[in-house]
């Protein structure tokens, strides 16, 4: 059973608009969800992370979650092409030591 | 900080050779974690710790090994190599859940190929 599903893409956007990458998950004890970006060839990093369901912005970054329908999405406004990459998904298991990640979305941004 | 550190980089192993792949952090944390990623994957989580003298098996344990004796460092060691072994190794930690932000922390990786 997969915690954490994502869609791997790639989702090809034009410079400018909006990403809108999803998420959902089947632990409906998790508590807190975070989103890392990962390069190629790059360790993954820390983009935003959420606890409490609707929104928070952060730049060009909103998380949204909302945990009734087990879904989070992260929306990327003004998007440029430094914002291709794969974004993982990760959920904080209601019980366990290890976040739980999806296998991330490939964004690309063409010029 | 330096954060969390991976040495090496880089590594060309034969079959059946072993190698340990360092894993330092200068953060204090007392969870750290080993995760594999091969192309176009996910993280698969192979072993984790909870603080010094405590392991646990991850998702894909078989054919690795760790011990944590201290905080900063978790090993990992790899046994009689085998090509499905061939991946990037990350290691990463954090503070545990209610004592700071649960957001792990990533080594840089290390590249790994068994020939």
């Known amino acids: 059973q997969k915690e954490v599903e994502q869609n791997s893409g790639p989702l090809s956007v034009p410079e400018g608009a909006i990403a809108s990458l999803n998420c959902t998950y089947s632990?409906?004890?998790?508590?807190?969800f975070f989103w890392y970006r990962q390069y190629s060839g790059k360790s993954p990093e820390l983009i935003m992370s959420?606890?409490?369901?609707g929104d928070k912005e952060d730049g060009r970054f909103t998380a949204q979650l909302n945990k009734a329908s087990q879904y989070v999405s992260l929306l990327i406004r003004d998007s440029q092409p430094s914002d291709s990459a794969t974004y993982l998904c990760?959920?904080?298991?209601?019980?366990?030591?290890?976040?739980?990640f999806g296998k991330g979305t490939s964004l690309l941004v063409t010029p | 900080n330096a954060g969390v550190t991976q040495t090496p980089k880089f590594r060309i192993l034969k079959i059946g050779q072993s190698m340990t792949l360092q894993c330092t952090q200068d953060?204090?944390?007392?969870?750290m974690y080993w995760y594999r990623q091969d192309p176009g994957m996910g993280l698969k989580l192979i072993y984790y710790?909870?603080?010094?003298?405590?392991?646990d098996k991850g998702e894909v344990p078989n054919g690795y090994n760790v011990s944590r004796s201290t905080t900063e460092d978790f090993p990992l060691r790899l046994e009689l190599a085998a090509p499905s072994q061939t991946s990037v190794y990350f290691c990463?930690?954090?503070?545990?859940?209610?004592?700071?932000?649960?957001?792990?922390?990533f080594g840089p990786g290390t590249r790994l190929t068994v020939t």
């Open positions: 990760a959920s904080e298991p209601r019980s366990g030591y290890a976040l739980n």
């Open positions: 959420i606890y409490s369901n």
């Open positions: 990463a930690s954090t503070y545990p859940p209610g004592q700071g932000a649960y957001e792990q922390y």
């Open positions: 632990d409906r004890g998790s508590q807190s």
């Open positions: 953060m204090n944390h007392n969870y």
């Open positions: 710790s909870v603080g010094a003298g405590i392991t």
